[in-house]
């Protein structure tokens, strides 16, 4: 009686990109050392989206990126669309990557009758057919316990405080939160910029406006100080460059602005460009159009650190290993 022989299939790693970043998907596949899988995706005359993969899709382990700039229902929706067409196309693990996470703002109620929106996406996600979820800097860490599933929290600290520690003395820095609920990533922020002294702004906020903060004054020291002003995004620039405004007002030297990810919603390029901010470091974890761009903006590529996480997790590796085990 012979015995058959049985060879686990190899798995095959696979890269799709939606149509909202395309850019950001071709620099990882560079750094991946692969091409992003070619597909067919256009939209009917009443805005639905159809998308096709051009080649066969079955085994293989498929990582979904999709940025969400305006309109970002769309594509969310297109994101959704690409992972169906993948768990119906026979794909042995689907992980979506966003690096920029939609409707991250609203992961609580602050009311009653409200959403809890961020909740919603992941179970979207979750029902489309993905398996895991890699993700930039979230808005808050408890969206990770919304998923079911692996949830890889990635964080662009590291990008950005290194351009710090390359463009600006440490001797005279001062790492600035916001608000009082950053005050924990500012923490780390001055850990690795040489145990710099901490201060943030303290704030109002009417939960009737969006978009729209009074920024009071400011706790700790900053006077002659270079400040280094932290946040995870910066949509219409009111709350930084207010920010800005009261640090100048304290004594602030240069005010430097480091944050995730860049929305910049009108009138956000307006606002920073005349803000006095001496530079504002984003990284492209958003599509930046060129009318968005000004003087003192820098772009950094998220690029290397997706593809480290991408490798990490289809090679079965640890994913805390790229931040020192401290993630």
């Not at 009443?46 to 229902?73: K, T």
């Not at 990284?283 to 480290?308: G, H, Q, V, W």
């Amino acid at each position: 009686m012979t015995t058959a022989n049985w060879t686990d299939n190899q798995k095959n790693l696979m890269l799709f990109s939606g149509r909202a970043h395309p850019e950001l998907a071709e620099q990882v596949a560079k750094e991946l050392g692969i091409e992003v899988t070619p597909q067919t995706a256009r939209d009917f005359a009443n805005g639905e989206i159809f998308v096709r993969f051009e080649e066969s899709v079955r085994g293989s382990d498929a990582f979904v990126l999709q940025s969400h700039p305006f309109p970002l229902n769309q594509w969310l929706m297109e994101q959704l669309i690409m992972i169906d067409a993948l768990k119906r196309g026979s794909a042995k693990r689907i992980t979506a990557i966003l690096p920029f996470y939609p409707y991250a703002r609203q992961d609580k109620k602050h009311r009653g009758r409200e959403p809890i929106s961020a909740r919603l996406v992941a179970d979207l996600l979750k029902t489309a057919g993905a398996d895991r979820i890699i993700t930039v800097d979230l808005h808050t860490d408890q969206i990770q316990g919304f998923f079911d599933g692996p949830v890889d929290h990635m964080h662009a600290h590291s990008q950005l405080a290194d351009h710090i520690r390359e463009g600006y003395s440490l001797e005279h820095i001062t790492v600035v939160s916001p608000d009082s609920g950053r005050v924990r990533v500012a923490e780390k922020w001055a850990d690795s910029l040489g145990g710099a002294p901490l201060a943030f702004i303290h704030k109002t906020r009417d939960p009737l406006v969006p978009n729209q903060v009074k920024s009071n004054r400011v706790v700790g020291e900053v006077e002659g100080r270079t400040c280094i002003l932290i946040d995870d995004m910066i949509d219409t620039g009111g709350t930084i460059a207010g920010a800005v405004k009261v640090l100048k007002e304290a004594g602030a030297g240069d005010v430097v602005i480091a944050a995730t990810h860049g929305v910049l919603s009108d009138p956000a390029a307006e606002r920073l460009a005349s803000c006095g901010a001496k530079e504002v470091v984003v990284t492209n974890t958003l599509p930046i159009s060129d009318d968005k761009r000004f003087d003192t903006l820098t772009e950094l590529s998220i690029a290397p650190l997706l593809a480290r996480t991408i490798r990490e997790v289809f090679e079965n590796g640890s994913v805390t290993s790229l931040f020192n085990g401290s993630a």
